[in-house]
């Protein structure tokens, strides 16, 4: 009976130790997943990176622009830098005349 009893407990024992170590390699092997998916992420990112910092360039801009036909091969393309200031050194338009008067003014002058 004691036999028995021993052996059942061992078989018990034997069958948790069994499931906590599958369990274990289940999680090992999706973290070695997660691990390469995170790697082929990581490399997708920097080619991505790479594929935008090289489209910012003049060239690759110039050469899309010969691509869609918008400039000619014989034109130059000419880019205007946008001031970031810009907007706020104009006039507010509480301090301008108003519309009705500028336009008096661009057509009779004034006088």
Do not use: C, H
Not at 38 to 65: F, M, N, P, W
């Amino acid at each position: 009976m004691l036999a028995v009893g021993a052996l059942a407990i061992g078989l018990v024992l034997a069958s948790a130790f069994a499931g906590v170590t599958i369990q274990e390699n289940a999680l090992a092997r999706e973290i070695r997943e997660l691990n390469a998916q995170i790697a082929s992420e990581q490399g997708k990112q920097a080619s991505l990176e790479r594929s935008a910092a090289q489209k910012r360039t003049t060239d690759y801009v110039i050469d899309k622009a010969r691509d869609l036909g918008f400039v000619w091969p014989w034109e130059a393309l000419i880019a205007v830098q946008r001031d970031a200031n810009a907007r706020a050194q104009t006039t507010a338009p509480s301090g301008r005349a108003p519309r009705v008067m500028r336009w008096i003014a661009l057509f009779v002058g004034t006088r």
